[in-house]
T-cell receptor, first 112, second 116 residues
Framework: LAKTTQPISMDSYEGQEVNITCSHN???????ITWYQQFPSQGPRFIIQGYKTKVTNEVASLFIPADRKSSTLSLPRVSLSDTAVYYC?????????????FGSGTRLQVQP | GAVVSQHPSWVICKSGTSVKIECRSL??????MFWYRQFPKQSLMLMATSNEGSKATYEQGVEKDKFLINHASLTLSTLTVTSAHPEDSSFYICSARARTMNTEAFFGQGTRLTVV
């Protein structure tokens, strides 16, 4: 399984764009990159998933360079409610029987 | 997206008693469910993989006789913490993945177990 490395914590202010980068040097050809958000005392919540280039949805963008050895989660104009832990995971497609392995995650603190 | 429901959300029990936590996939069939444990300020640690109709697979260091897992149907898995002790107090989270090309996993809301 590809190991991921993220910053332990980040601080930001309301209204700013936040970019969290994750490195996954050993990513395999059939691995997808997925980001989850977790609030205290809640289960992780899916944010975005991608394989290459750029993916955008209503809450975030995911940038993946051509070599796929890293990825960047971009949160536009964060608010206080975006304070949470963000996890980057890589996992192969079609492997519903395999659990997702969580790294340490990035604790994002958004201040007023 | 698909919904995974976990019950109860929190439970307090006395030391030495057993507690059962249920995990249900509400709108899809999950042949495999996963149980995680999370201590304060730490990441999720996989405890076991629950397979419908067969025995669960436990991660190294997880006592199978203490954490009993039953996957009775394609939509229900249960985790029973037997003879609970204060050190078992933690946040337990279940997860399920549908058997599709998409690797998204769906998580329950978690169960806060406090053993007193």
């Amino acid at each position: 399984l590809a190991k991921t490395t993220q910053p332990i914590s980040m601080d930001s202010y309301e209204g700013q764009e936040v970019n969290i980068t994750c490195s996954h040097n050993n990513i395999a050809t059939n691995d997808y990159i997925t980001w989850y958000q977790q609030f205290p005392s809640q289960g992780p919540r899916f944010i975005i998933q991608g394989y290459k280039t750029k993916v955008t949805n209503e809450v975030a963008s995911l940038f993946i360079p051509a070599d796929r050895k890293s990825s960047t989660l971009s949160l536009p104009r964060v608010s206080l409610s975006d304070t949470a832990v963000y996890y980057c995971l890589v996992a192969a497609s079609g492997t519903g029987r395999r659990a997702l392995t969580f790294g340490s995650g990035t604790r994002l603190q958004v201040q007023p | 997206g698909a919904v995974v429901s976990q019950h109860p959300s929190w439970v307090i029990c006395k030391s030495g008693t057993s507690v059962k936590i249920e995990c249900r996939s509400l709108d899809f069939q999950a042949t495999t469910m996963f149980w995680y444990r999370q201590f304060p300020k730490q990441s999720l640690m996989l405890m076991a993989t629950s397979n419908e109709g067969s025995k669960a697979t436990y991660e190294q260091g997880v006592e199978k006789d203490k954490f009993l897992i039953n996957h009775a149907s394609l939509t229900l898995s249960t985790l029973t913490v037997t003879s609970a002790h204060p050190e078992d107090s933690s946040f337990y989270i279940c997860s399920a993945r549908a058997r599709t090309m998409n690797t998204e996993a769906f998580f329950g809301q978690g169960t806060r177990l406090t053993v007193v």
